[in-house]
């Protein structure tokens, strides 16, 4: 892995580290977190249907989720720049995979909080774990269905949450946008809850501060990311609320 001036087990140290995996495969973030104590990974027709969930300790866990694979198909070591508290690629072929190693950057950070941790081997190309997930493994959707509600992290630019056209409360909404100050701008796309909310859990998407994703001049904003980071670790560790449809 190429290397920053981070110090080690920092917050920016382990964004790096997971900036710094291979771009044409999730495999080696995959086994990362099944390594962890409590993981299951299970996977379908290959790594696009993989994904690794370690149930949570908390009464009141949330599910927290993030993908592990880019639309890159790359191999060999890309190359990244930090510079005015921007992390950038070096190479004019290739992004950096921010669209979603930020995202498993941040559960990593908050894996020992007590909550369930999902990570989803393929999100892009129409969410293929996901809805294996869904179809293969009734007694997982089941759990993370009746966690408080769930969170991905893989929205680009900074203080924005959406939520798509899951049918989230009222009350869900006014708790997210209190608890970390961001706005819904827009609600245009998918990704991994719109098909893993289906039985009246709320799920939001929040910000990781990447932008230009599946180009080449994809870039993070640590400073932002950071903040993210600061944010859902304190909206986290509180007592939470179980939010769903009635």
């Known amino acids: 892995m190429n290397n920053a001036i981070f110090n080690a087990g920092t917050p920016e140290a382990v ?53 592990a694979d880019t639309v890159f198909s790359f191999e060999g070591e890309h190359k990244m720049v930090y510079e005015n508290d921007i992390i950038s690629s070096a190479q004019d072929t290739v992004g950096i995979g921010a669209d ?54 893989d929205r680009r630019t ?18 997210i946008e209190r608890e970390t100050n961001y706005e819904e701008i827009e609600k245009s796309g998918i990704t991994d809850i719109c098909i893993l909310c289906t039985e009246g859990c709320c799920g939001v998407n929040v910000s990781v501060s990447y932008y230009n994703a599946h180009h080449s001049n994809e870039y993070i904003n640590l400073k932002e990311w950071l903040y993210n980071y600061e944010v859902v670790s304190k909206m986290l560790a509180k007592p939470l609320k179980k939010y769903r449809l009635k």
């Open 100 to 153: 979603d190693r930020a995202g498993c950057a941040l559960l990593w950070l908050l894996r020992d909080g007590g909550h369930n941790i999902l990570v989803i081997g393929g999100e892009e190309f129409g969410q293929p774990a996901a809805h294996y997930l869904v179809s293969h493994h009734p007694d997982i959707l089941k759990e993370i269905q009746n966690s408080s509600f769930m969170i991905e992290f």
């Open 158 to 175: 900074a203080k924005a949450y959406i939520t798509y056209n899951i049918p989230v409360t009222t009350k869900f909404r006014k708790y």
């Open 15 to 67: 964004l790096w580290e997971f900036l710094s995996y291979p771009l044409h495969t999730a495999e080696d973030i995959l086994k990362r977190f099944s390594d962890l104590p409590r993981a299951v990974q299970k996977k379908g027709d290959g790594l696009r249907q993989a994904f690794v969930y370690i149930p949570g300790t908390r009464d009141d866990a949330a599910t927290l989720i993030a993908h």
